[in-house]
């Protein structure tokens, strides 16, 4: 799973895919309808690559947490998160990520991870067997590395 393309930009609603560079500026597209603007460089963007959640032991990359709430709960997140109690994206963030530090991870933050991981996932950007086949080449690599 590749976020490196996928950006979130401070101020502006959802996330965009970076569709090509230019001098001083990004072209990207939005997730939600698809309209293409330009990204200047005194926007504050971050690649979803880049994002991390705390947790009580190392940080976890946001492809991780999405791997954990694929693993947890499916294709489609199991609650309505845009009107769930803080007590209830808690209870969910836990459910997914057991480990999550719970006073730096805010409500408003897991509501934007189940937000983006819906988003991502309905759009087709996340692709959970890229990791798999990554560990079956490697594996067959190796084996066929021992045989010689």
């Known amino acids: 799973m590749d976020l490196s393309k996928i950006v979130s930009i401070s101020g502006k609603p959802g996330l965009y895919v970076v569709k090509s560079q230019a001098i001083g500026r990004l072209i990207v597209e939005s997730v939600l309808d698809g309209k293409c603007a330009p990204a200047f460089a005194r926007d504050r963007m971050s690649s979803l690559e880049e994002i991390s959640i705390f947790s009580t032991d190392d940080d976890r990359p946001l492809?991780?947490?999405?791997?954990?709430?694929?693993?947890?709960?499916?294709?489609?997140?199991?609650?309505?998160?845009k009107k769930a109690s803080n007590e209830e994206l808690r209870e969910k963030f836990a459910f997914v990520m057991p480990?999550?530090?719970?006073?730096?991870?805010?409500?408003?933050?897991?509501k934007k991870v189940f937000a983006w991981y819906q988003m991502l996932n309905d759009k087709g950007l996340l692709d959970f067997t890229v990791e798999e086949e990554k560990s079956d080449a490697e594996t067959s690599a190796e084996a066929s590395t021992e045989k010689e």
């Open 63 to 81: 492809k991780e947490v999405f791997m954990m709430i694929h693993d947890k709960m499916g294709d489609k997140v199991d609650f309505d998160f």
């Open 99 to 110: 480990d999550y530090d719970e006073e730096a991870v805010y409500p408003s933050d897991m």
